[in-house]
């Protein structure tokens, strides 16, 4: 059974420009959340999807966005990038909304410079 | 809201000795999770801690959860260098929608010494 793919796994941005992250979750799985990583704040909340609905959302601002489409991958947008946005965004997958096991995938290292 | 603290931070310690990574929540959480993450490494799922007084235990690891005293530890039995990783624990928040978040502690980073 194929694990939570996330592409790409490394990208380097310029500050202001924008970028699209995706995230395939494991099959037959419908929830797909999104963890930014960083140093200094560990692993914080972005938010969840479940059947094409985002049903929560962490603090972070309105730049950080995202979709889920029909077949249950997920995509996160973040516009105007800025340095602090450097982080390993890691997507994870679940079989129902996040009160059972999820499974994390490789991550994205973004580096905004 | 939940917050989730874990201790200690930093671990280095000799092969062969024990120890014990701490993990205490602020308030009622409906289950506890430990991950291991290698460097550059994505997060890969060691244990999930569904009841009070729950115990499992998967080779020298072993956890347990406490959830009157808020409570997990995360038991490490003659340490070996391959556990040398950062270890999480995440406790499940509960929205009002019923839906749920995972909050992460900060993690303990183990160093085993040969």
């Known amino acids: 059974k194929a694990g939570v793919t996330q592409t790409p796994r490394y990208l380097i941005k310029t500050r202001g420009q924008q970028v699209t992250l995706s995230c395939s979750p494991i099959?037959?799985?419908?929830?797909v959340s999104w963890y930014q990583q960083t140093p200094g704040q560990g692993l914080q909340f972005l938010f969840e999807y479940f059947s094409e609905t985002q049903r929560n959302k962490g603090n972070f601002p309105g730049r950080f966005s995202g979709r889920q489409f029909s077949n249950s991958r997920s995509e996160m947008n973040v516009s105007t990038l800025e340095l602090g946005d450097s982080a390993l965004y890691l997507c994870?997958?679940?079989?129902?909304?996040?009160?059972?096991?999820?499974?994390f995938g490789q991550g994205t290292r973004l580096t905004v410079v | 809201e939940l917050k989730v603290e874990q201790n200690p931070l930093f671990l280095s310690m000799q092969e062969g000795k024990n120890y014990t990574i701490y993990c205490n929540y602020s308030?009622?959480?409906?289950?506890l999770y430990w991950y291991r993450q290698d460097p550059g490494k994505s997060l890969e799922s060691l244990f999930v801690l569904l009841s009070n007084g729950a115990v499992k235990q998967e080779g020298r690891l072993m956890a347990s959860l406490d959830t009157k005293a808020r409570l997990s530890t995360l038991h490490i039995t003659a340490a070996v260098h391959d556990l040398s990783a950062t270890y999480f624990c995440?406790?499940?928040?509960?929205?009002?929608?019923?839906?749920?978040?995972?909050?992460f502690g900060t993690g303990t980073r183990l160093k085993v010494l040969a």
């Open positions: 995440a406790a499940t928040y509960a929205f009002t929608s019923g839906t749920y978040k995972y909050i």
């Open positions: 994870a997958s679940s079989s129902r909304p996040m009160n059972t096991e999820a499974f």
């Open positions: 099959s037959g799985h419908r929830s």
């Open positions: 308030t009622t959480s409906d289950r």
